[in-house]
């Protein structure tokens, strides 16, 4: 089978999917590493079917060790590799968490620009699909507080297709957030942008800044919602029971943390006077901290009402029959809307 | 010494006695035995100009010059040794002592100090050495190696059916390491991989005030056996046998063998770091133990009883590490920080929009001071 060339209906996990096949037919140096990725496809099944294609030495199982994937990735691309390594829950990233902001963000800085470490991790986040402890967390502010990584989560098939492989091309390393609960979402995908970016000389920088792009995901003059990952879909919602009261909300999917745009944000806010922000991971110190933030330093005198943040709590993330009462869900994301429009 | 466990003389592999008398090993004599009484001056001013090199560091930071130094001092044949052996396609993954190696490695050993005056990170590029930067993280690096072996290996350098052309990975770390998460699932993943990497750990005794028996209880060359990974412990203080040991540990992982565990015993003559202070937790009495098994006399010893150690050559060397120590003093002391702006360099390859956004600023800020002055 090979990489896609016209247009298709493909859920998230499986354009992700056919986005590894299609940079690993482009770069025979992209190799992916991580536990069970091989002959069982992943235990979300997003590499079903490379390994069959590729065979194992390029759809690598590895020991169980986390840091010792990483590691050995990091070794891998000084040789000129691209491993695209999958952790494979989210709760389980922290062993390699030194090996992430002490090696794999730092190695092209302290070798004064010598070296370059295009290390993917692919960690699929995020809770509400009834899972047991470690396997729901949102980790991801961690890694865009790490000067020299690159964080992105796409939350539409598209996103995931054309982000995956703009990740891979990128000479950073990227931390590649993939919302799980999302994964068997459907939705059209055009394989032919991506790949004719790409081919251009100067295709994996376009790509990369590219990737570092928000997007307007619902247009509207009332109120902005930013959301990320999994919480976008959830603020589609939210804007659309909303749309029956006669608030216009606007909704931006950021895609990255880290760059964050600013600017689309901004201008956003700008022209909304309100802006909330939905995201899984604890509210405090999180994602939304650091946007209401921006979104002061930058839109103050346009703004209507304090930027509002709606998050999970700063309580280890709760047994799967909590979960929707721990996560943001459309009751909380509709009140934090009915308080900026108090004002 | 009656030491025991990891401090024992257990299975060492010794060519060349601390009274500076050759021994022969039946299986390791055969990997130095193409070693000239030239081969061995040459180890000889290695050893001494690296120690020439290290003296002049500690003296630097003593007057203020740089902010920390690691001294290497006693380690000198197992870097030189080990060192003696890697050709152009070998590469070598550094921890953060191992001067002599960066010296076999064509390093220009006074660029190295950039780091201990607060300049740089990273002195060289590894790519046009062979040798990777220093890493303070303690063992992190052993994985890097193994996987630059994972590499070396789908690249074919290895066992290529052309031996003088095929290469493998050395690794260097202390005994302080082995305790250390990724030092261990370096050996899993080298063993199951069989990537061509040389684990050469050396055991000075001492993780900053800790001794090697609060990291294991067993020979840290046992770590290496439990992994299925041939492992060899070398008297570090012996330069004939960590070449001898290395060379072979080397041809093995270059003929796809797989790993191989070295451990070079040896002692940290001086302290951690310019920080610490072995006087609280070490004897006078080991420290003297040591100091009559200093490598570099122990060499001369031997080289000067088979007749090959002339006088002007001793006297060259000497004067050879006076000059390298002039010349460091020197260059230190006239290097200057560039802007400080300079910190945003290379943060990312491509272009970041926040750290673009962040040095558009300071470079802003910084304007305005020189503006008003």
């Avoid at chain 1, 370059?116 to 995020?126: C, E, H, L, S, T």
Wanted: a negative charge; one cysteine or more.
């Amino acid at each position: 089978m090979g990489a896609a060339t016209t247009p298709a209906t493909m859920t998230l996990a499986g354009a992700i999917n056919a986005g590894l096949r299609a940079a690993m037919e482009r770069d025979p140096k992209v190799l992916l590493m991580g536990e069970d990725i091989g002959a069982l496809g992943g235990v979300f099944r997003v590499t079903d079917g490379l390994f069959k294609d590729f065979g194992g030495d390029r759809v690598m199982d590895t020991p169980l060790a986390e840091s010792g994937i990483v590691g050995t990735a990091i070794g891998l691309a000084m040789r000129g590799y691209t491993p695209v390594v999958e952790i494979q829950f989210d709760g389980f990233i922290f062993p390699a968490y030194d090996q992430i902001t002490t090696s794999l963000a730092k190695l092209h800085n302290r070798s004064g620009g010598a070296i370059n470490v295009p290390v993917v991790i692919r960690v699929p986040y995020a809770g509400g699909i009834g899972a047991i402890e470690h396997h729901s967390e949102s980790p991801e502010v961690l890694f865009a507080h790490t000067p020299g990584l690159r964080v992105c989560t796409p939350a539409t098939p598209q996103d995931g297709y054309d982000m995956i492989q703009q990740a891979i091309a990128s000479p950073d390393p990227v931390l590649f957030f993939e919302p799980k609960a999302r994964y068997w979402d459907k939705g059209e995908v055009s394989p032919e942008r991506v790949a004719a970016q790409l081919s251009q000389p100067d295709g994996p920088i376009a790509g990369t800044l590219e990737m570092g792009k928000a997007r307007v995901a619902r247009e509207g003059a009332d109120v902005t919602l930013v959301a990320y990952g999994p919480t976008v879909r959830l603020a589609l919602q939210a804007a659309e029971v909303a749309a029956g009261d006669g608030v216009n909300v606007e909704v931006i999917d950021l895609r990255s943390l880290s760059p964050l745009d600013s600017d689309a944000v901004v201008a956003s806010a700008k022209k909304t006077g309100r802006v909330v922000v939905v995201h899984e991971a604890p509210t405090a110190y999180g994602a939304g901290a650091e946007i209401s933030s921006r979104v002061s330093e930058q839109a103050f005198f346009h703004l209507h009402a304090p930027v509002l943040r709606v998050g999970g709590f700063h309580a280890p993330y709760p047994g799967s029959k909590y979960e929707h009462d721990y996560l943001p869900n459309i009751d909380r994301v509709l009140d934090a809307v009915d308080r900026v429009c108090a004002h | 010494m009656d030491a025991v466990g990891p401090l024992s003389d257990d299975g060492l592999v010794r060519l060349l006695t601390h009274t500076g008398e050759r021994e022969e090993h039946d299986f390791f004599s055969p990997y130095a035995a193409d070693l000239t009484p030239e081969d061995l001056r040459g180890f000889y001013r290695a050893m001494s100009l690296t120690r020439a090199f290290d003296n002049e560091s500690m003296s630097l930071q003593r007057q203020g010059e740089l902010g920390l130094w690691v001294q290497s001092l006693g380690q000198e044949a197992a870097q030189v040794g080990s060192g003696a052996v890697l050709r152009g396609d070998d590469f070598a993954f550094p921890s953060y002592r191992e001067h002599g190696v960066a010296f076999q490695r064509g390093v220009d050993l006074p660029q190295m100090l950039t780091i201990f005056r607060g300049l740089k990170h990273g002195a060289w590029d590894p790519k046009e050495h062979n040798f990777h930067l220093y890493t303070l993280v303690i063992g992190a690096h052993t994985l890097h190696a193994t996987g630059y072996a994972m590499g070396m290996d789908r690249d074919g350098l290895v066992a290529s059916g052309d031996p003088a052309n095929d290469g493998a990975v050395i690794c260097y770390f202390g005994d302080g390491a082995t305790a250390q998460g990724d030092v261990n699932e370096a050996l899993v993943f080298a063993s199951v991989y069989n990537a061509p990497v040389v684990f050469f750990c050396q055991n000075n005794q001492w993780a900053i005030s800790e001794p090697t028996t609060r990291q294991t209880k067993v020979p840290i060359a046992d770590r290496g056996r439990g992994h299925g990974i041939p492992s060899i412990r070398v008297d570090g203080n012996d330069v004939i046998a960590s070449y001898a040991v290395t060379n072979w540990a080397m041809q093995y992982a270059r003929s796809g063998g797989g790993p191989v565990f070295v451990e070079a015993f040896t002692y940290r003559m001086g302290a951690h770091t310019t920080s610490d202070d072995p006087s609280k937790y070490r004897s006078k009495a080991d420290e003297a133990y040591w100091a009559e098994r200093d490598p570099i006399s122990r060499l001369a010893t031997y080289l000067e009883s088979i007749g090959e150690l002339p006088a002007n050559f001793v006297a060259e060397v000497e004067e050879e590490g006076k000059a390298l120590a002039r010349r460091t003093r020197e260059e230190v002391r006239s290097w200057e920080p560039g802007p400080s702006v300079g910190f945003f360099d290379h943060a990312y390859a491509a272009p970041h929009a926040t750290v673009e956004a962040e040095r558009a600023w300071y470079e802003r800020f910084e304007g305005s001071f020189v503006e008003a002055h």
